[in-house]
């Protein structure tokens, strides 16, 4: 079965992210979904404005880190 050029194009636009995943997996072989935990190191006035908004928002401070890398 051939695929014309407009079937394809569709399938890429919609399927995208899946392919991103399935490349990266090729990469690393590791999956992208999930989380994984891992130390960094903050300074102490920084911590103290995750816990502040943190109590603010009630969300855990991951979340709030993840939002603010997600937007950049």
Do not use: C
């Not at 995750?50 to 401070?61: S, T």
């Amino acid at each position: 079965m051939q695929l014309d050029d407009k079937f394809y194009r569709k399938i890429m636009k919609k399927g995208k992210g899946v392919f991103e995943m399935l490349e990266q997996y090729d990469k690393t072989r590791e999956w992208p979904l999930g989380r994984k935990r891992i130390d960094i190191t903050l300074s102490k006035r920084t911590i103290q404005r995750l816990r502040l908004l943190k109590a603010k928002h009630g969300k855990p401070i991951s979340r709030i880190i993840e939002e603010a890398v997600d937007n950049i």
